[in-house]
């Protein structure tokens, strides 16, 4: 995933560094990539959306469709004034509503009021189910839109993979008549083995690894390879 990094301090901390190197570590253990560090050194208590290196990162999110912020912690993005605590709150929607990103934290922060406290506790909460929530809505409007473009919608088969190899193409820009075709010649290729009865079904798999399909799972390694792939292939074939 693409990652960008929020890195803030005010005026009476000026150690930007460790929280830095604390997020970074974070980042490699997760498997992100990090596009671009913003340092900011600016109260907490002012409107995130009002300061200019936060407004300058939201604009590189929106230009370069990136997957996560990560910040040090929730002090790092805002001090709330006090009966103010709920504008956290709607900040962070606003922020992963309209930019398409997550937001993670990744580290505890030290606050001593009891009420950030709290809110901090409920934020962790909220976030961890409002982005599975934004994600799972994000999926559906996806299949719905390529239902409506005419491609394929399903967790991709065998088949799936089999025409996006042949096609030259990438999984979701395979359409139903490039997988109807594909899906008559790899039934064409499997057949071969699934008739023949000196080979063993389950081994059919690593027949076609090493020989007809070695390219295609050296481009997707993760294509489906097990004996249950091709039986709902060829029993598919055997209903029709």
């Known amino acids: 995933m693409k990652a960008v990094v929020y890195s803030r301090v005010s005026t009476e901390e000026q150690d930007p560094d460790s929280q830095l190197q604390d997020i970074l ?19 907490g208590s002012t409107n995130p959306f009002d300061r200019p290196i936060f407004k300058e990162l939201l604009r590189y999110i929106s230009k370069y469709e990136i997957d996560v912020i990560l ?12 009966g103010k605590v709920s504008e956290t ?6 922020i ?32 961890s189910a409002y982005e599975r929530l934004q994600i799972s809505m994000r999926t559906r ?13 399903h967790k991709p088969d065998i088949v799936y993979y089999y025409a996006a190899w042949i096609y030259g193409k990438d999984l979701g820009s395979i359409d139903k008549r490039e997988y109807q075709t594909a899906k008559k010649q790899l039934i064409k290729i499997v057949e071969r083995y699934w008739r023949d009865g000196t ?14 399909l070695r390219e295609m799972y050296i481009r997707f390694p993760s294509a489906p390879k097990s004996y249950v792939t091709f039986y709902r292939l060829m029993n598919n074939l055997s209903r029709h």
């Open 71 to 82: 910040m040090h912690d929730l002090t790092r993005f805002y001090r709330p004034p006090p």
């Open 141 to 153: 409007y996806g299949l719905l839109r390529i239902r409506r473009e005419g491609r394929l919608y």
């Open 199 to 212: 080979v063993k079904k389950t081994r059919i798999g690593d027949l076609l690894i090493r020989n007809e």
């Open 25 to 43: 570590d974070y980042a490699t253990n997760k498997g992100y990539n990090i596009d671009e560090v913003f340092e900011e050194n600016i109260s």
């Open 89 to 94: 709150l709607s900040m962070l929607r606003e």
């Open 96 to 127: 992963i509503d309209n930019y398409h990103v997550l937001i993670e934290f990744v580290s505890e922060p030290r606050i001593e009021d009891p009420m950030l406290s709290e809110l901090w506790r409920f934020l962790k909460s909220w976030i």
